[in-house]
């Protein structure tokens, strides 16, 4: 065997080289096996040379073991290595794939968002439009405004029951955003319903109601862009930046309900 080694051992290595090139570039799942090796290599291979290497070392110089108590050392350390790899691996898979989903589920989120403020905003003309249908109202006390449903949550609903999934630093702006995105809707239900429009009700009380109606677009307006800001920071900056960005921002909906959704 020592001889055929020796005097193949160039073909040996030929092969050898187009094995490794056949699965780390020319094959259809190379990159995911490259991904693969480094990972063993990196996060498992080294770290546990180091460790049980140092055992054995430690063993070596300071024991005269018998050569089958070795062999049953070794053999264990085999052994364990197999479990570790294995655990590792399913970890690193786990963490992999939550980062994915987190990843999408910001996209979807920032997608629907950013929609939504194009509607509250409405080119920059939403105030306007209000004053001017509480104008109406105050003139004509006959005049009831039709008041179009809410339904801009749908990607949000989709994905609230793995919402933990996002970390603190969007989940708590995500969540107050489409808290009042939920209280926007119920409002205009209400204002669309026999009681709002009932002869009962006087006009004052329904100005109210739409007054309070629109303040609450205003905050979500407002919360959505700091919900949009923070988002865009996190996948472009990392965790750590989201979360200085949210300090800064101590209080999102003060002041800010006149700007676009561009200009974040």
Known sequence: ????????????????????VIAFGLSEDARVARRVFVQFI???ALPLLVIFGGVLVVLAVNTDLDERIWAAIIAGLVIATGWLTTAIFGELGKSRDKAEKLRDYHKALYAEIGNTLQ???DRGQAEQEANALVARMEADLGFIPLIPREHNDFVYDSLVDEIEVLPRVTIDAVVAYYSLIKSIAAQAEDMRGDVFRSADMTQDRRILMYRDYFETRKSAFALGQYALRLIKEYAENGPAAAEQLAKRLSNPVSGRSGQSPESE
């Open 119 to 121: 509607v509250l905003w």
């Open 1 to 20: 065997m020592t001889e055929f080694l020796s005097h193949n051992w160039l073909l040996l290595a030929l092969c050898a080289s187009a094995v490794l």
């Open 42 to 44: 990196l996060n498992i």
